[in-house]
């Protein structure tokens, strides 16, 4: 079972509310935890996991040989992603422009292509508090987010609960985050980004069919109209979350609440009940 | 020509709240925003339609399953995992590269445009908006980002308006990447959480990374004093100028829930503290 944890709005709660999740299932239920936010991973601030192993996720880049290139232009013609021009007698790869697919390669007559890997970011997995933890952090100035979430997320193991933290927003690392989840669990505020950036969301989980639920963060900020948006929807509304300086100030920290408010264990475990009634 | 844009690494730190203000406050500008995932900074605007399009941005393979002989060679030379056991292509993981249309000796597969979003120009009582939404689950931010900002260009030549407010997305990566390119500078939002500053210091690498001069406001700062001062002296270790703190303050999400800039509601704690930015920004020429 895999519960990914998302939002359209940045900033709403996703990786609290993944991380007090994780918490909470831990004692009843073997899971394990992927940070898939892997432009800005922050669970690890939370969990202090160990990193016992670290790999490079890579893209290919193509690389020309100018002895071998007679500049006909078909590899420039073939990218659908403008990633070569032909100048000064051969081509130039604009390595950032370039996703890596190898179609220059198979489309070069003279066989003047080859390829060479490019790191865009690394997995790091070890424990965390007895669970397994994952983590992808793409590097500074890399555009890719998404090869490193779908590398990331093969790390999944059978058999147990799966808690995937997801990045913001309703692009492509999103859905790479969510598709195939079991759960989308949409993390939003009552306020009217938060509610214009759900509506996003729920978007985003609907066009790869899987079924959301919300989490109200902050409840009380703002108005009611995120409520009434998920009853017109038939969206349930799992857990409700004031907005309380205390918890606020845990959060700060990197403090999980369910470790110093006993009371959220329990809410925690209620909300995953739930959850698992919303995917039966 | 000055453009400054709004960058945070973590959501939800207050970018699209300084971005509205700076939108009140300016006097000529035209207002950008960048966050084509999530765009907001609309609905503080009231914005009415000037002109709007579809936005084509990249293409998706489509399959005709008549002509297909099921002899797998798309399926192997996809290198996104974008074509199923049974050979059925998947919208959502297919990047549009071609390469199973060139590899398919059957000719069965073609690459089709695909509408990624809309994008839109707009009058607001604040000044001209360019902005867009993109479709959900497309994978083309960064160029729509980079679409958007072609219209906000155009825009400023024709309306010979030479100052960009934009609003910037959240993260480091693709559309972040596209909207840093060619702004004359970047200011951060963070905020007092571990996170905020974590975020902060990879958005601070990347801005550097492209050579853009950065400036710093710490964002409901008496949240976390301990972290606030964290974060400022990280800010001092990497000669990164705090343009000013704001307090947290709930009239910020009351002015927004109004559809309003917390500079246009009465006077208040975080909008005294955002005119302060505001005229230190004037002052440093920063916009």
Known sequence: ?280 | MSSVLFLSGKGGTGKTTLAGAFAALSKEKILVDCDVDAANLHLLLEPSIVEQGEYEGSKTAVKNDDRCTACNRCREVCRFNAIGEDLSIDEYLCEGCGACAFACPAKAIELVPRVSGTWMIAETRLGPLASAELDPGEETSGKLVMHVKQKANALSEKLKIDRLVIDGAPGIGCPVIASVSGVDAVVLVTEPTLSGLHDLRRILDVVKHFDIPAHLVINKADLSPDVTERIRSFAEQNQLPVLGEIPFDRRVTEAMVEGRSIVEDDRSAASEAIEGIFERCAKGGIL
């Open chain 1, 1 to 280: 079972m895999r519960i990914t944890v998302a939002s359209g709005k940045g900033g709403t709660g996703k990786t609290t509310v993944a991380v007090n999740l994780a918490l909470a299932c831990s004692d009843e239920h073997p899971i394990q935890f992927l940070d898939c936010d892997v432009e800005e991973p922050n669970a690890h601030l939370f969990l202090e996991p160990s990193t016992e192993r670290r790999r490079s996720v890579e893209k290919l880049l193509p690389r020309i040989d100018p002895d071998l290139c007679d500049s006909c232009g078909a590899c420039s013609q073939a990218c659908e992603f403008n990633a070569i021009a032909v100048l000064g007698g051969t081509g130039l790869v604009y390595d950032e422009l370039c996703h890596g697919c190898g179609l220059c390669r198979m489309v070069c007559p003279k066989e003047a292509i080859r390829e060479i890997p490019h790191e865009l970011g690394v997995i790091e997995s070890g424990i965390a508090r007895g669970f397994p933890f994952a983590q992808g952090v793409l590097n500074i100035g890399e555009a890719m987010a998404t090869p490193i979430i779908h590398e990331l997320k093969k790390e999944a193991e059978t058999g147990r609960l799966v808690i995937v933290d997801a990045p913001p927003g309703t692009g492509c690392p999103a859905i790479a985050a969510i598709h195939g989840s079991d759960l989308a669990l949409l993390v939003t505020e009552p306020t009217p980004f938060g509610l214009h950036d759900l509506k996003a969301a729920v978007g985003v989980s609907r066009a790869v069919g899987v079924p959301a639920a919300v989490v109200i963060n902050r409840d009380g900020i703002g108005d009611d109209r995120v409520e009434r948006y998920c009853e017109d929807e038939g969206i349930p509304v799992l857990l409700k979350i004031s907005f309380d300086r205390e918890i606020a100030s845990l959060c700060a920290q990197g403090k999980p609440l369910v470790d110093s408010m006993p009371s959220w264990r329990n809410r925690y475990r209620e909300l995953h009940h739930q959850m698992l009634e919303v995917v039966s």
